[in-house]
Structures are given as structure tokens and as C-alpha cells.
């Protein structure tokens, strides 16, 4: 043990020198960037022209037939609030006299049932006629937002359940 302690020299470092810093005058504050102006989109003049238009095209629809509104696919360069504008869908079709609507919940309970998340945003036609398939609906409403995000393009497509058929299709721009 002696020979390994009296190995050990133990060194003493010296304290950094301080220097004094000069006092600098004071700098004028640099005035802080606006961040851009966020346009938003509304969502209900945007879609109430088409809803108004897939109503009254769609005479073949059986009146009473349960339509499922499928979340809106962003396919736009941004991002977008995919939320507020499912829910101007929705809004445009309450009280239609023509289609009972499904409900969030019952849509967010068949996602459940299927396997997926209910905020599960990968939309395709397919998951869309599955989903209402396990709901008993009889058409799908199957939503999409395309081009730039600050002022998308959207397109909708009615589409008859059994056989995926589109026996509606509009489309328009959204409105600021």
C-alpha cells in the first residue's frame, strides 16, 4: 500500500487569472419580429355551398339512408386544421331532412372497433367505406383539401357504400 500512495504526487493547480472586463455602453434593443399573420380559412362558407349542391344532386340517395362524414384528408403543402373543417361538414348537413348523420362518437367507437386511433388522420376511401360499413351506413361523405394551405381546394365525393360507387362529386375553393 506505501508503494502505490508514495506513487501518487499530488499537484496544485493555481487559480485562474481574473481579468477586469471594461464596462460597454449600452446597445440599443433590437425590436422583435411580428410573426406572420395566420389567415384563417372559413370553413363554413367554404363548405356550405358544396353540401347545398351534393343535396341537391343527389336524388338517387334514399332518403333516410345513414351518411357517414368522413374526416377531411389534408393533402395541401401545410398543415391544416382538419378538425374545424369536418366540423363545418357536419354543421352543413345538421338538419338536411334527407340523410341521418353518424355521430363522433359512433364513428370514433367503429375506429375503436376496427383497431384504430380515433384521431387516426390516414385517410384513404377505402378505411372510409370500411368504417362505415361497420356502422350500418348506407353512403359515405369522403372529404379531401388539396393545392396551397392558405387557400386549399376542396373536393368532395358521395359515395354509395356497397359498391364504393361516387354518385357525387364537387368541388370549390375555400373561402378566407
Not at 147 to 155: A, I, N, R, S, Y
Amino acid at each position: 500500500m506505501a508503494l502505490i500512495l508514495s506513487g501518487c504526487v499530488i499537484q496544485q493547480q493555481q487559480p485562474a487569472p481574473v481579468e477586469p472586463t471594461q464596462p460597454t455602453e449600452p446597445t440599443q434593443p433590437q425590436p422583435v419580429p411580428q410573426p406572420p399573420k395566420l389567415k384563417t380559412i372559413n370553413w363554413d362558407a367554404s363548405v356550405q355551398p358544396l353540401v347545398a349542391q351534393m343535396l341537391r344532386s343527389a336524388n338517387s340517395a334514399t332518403p333516410g339512408s345513414v351518411l357517414m362524414v368522413d374526416r377531411i384528408k389534408n393533402s395541401t403543402n401545410g398543415v391544416l386544421q382538419s378538425e374545424k373543417a369536418t366540423d363545418a361538414i357536419h354543421n352543413a348537413l345538421a338538419n338536411n331532412g334527407k340523410f341521418p348523420l353518424v355521430t363522433n362518437d359512433q364513428l370514433a367507437q367503429a375506429k375503436l372497433t376496427l383497431g384504430l386511433s380515433p384521431d387516426d388522420s390516414l385517410n384513404s376511401r377505402s378505411k372510409a367505406i370500411g368504417l362505415a360499413r361497420t356502422l350500418n351506413a348506407q353512403y359515405v361523405l369522403y372529404s379531401t383539401a388539396q393545392g396551397d394551405v392558405k387557400t386549399p381546394t376542396l373536393q368532395m365525393q358521395l359515395m354509395l357504400v356497397q359498391t364504393g360507387e361516387i354518385i357525387w362529386s364537387g368541388k370549390g375553393v375555400a373561402q378566407n
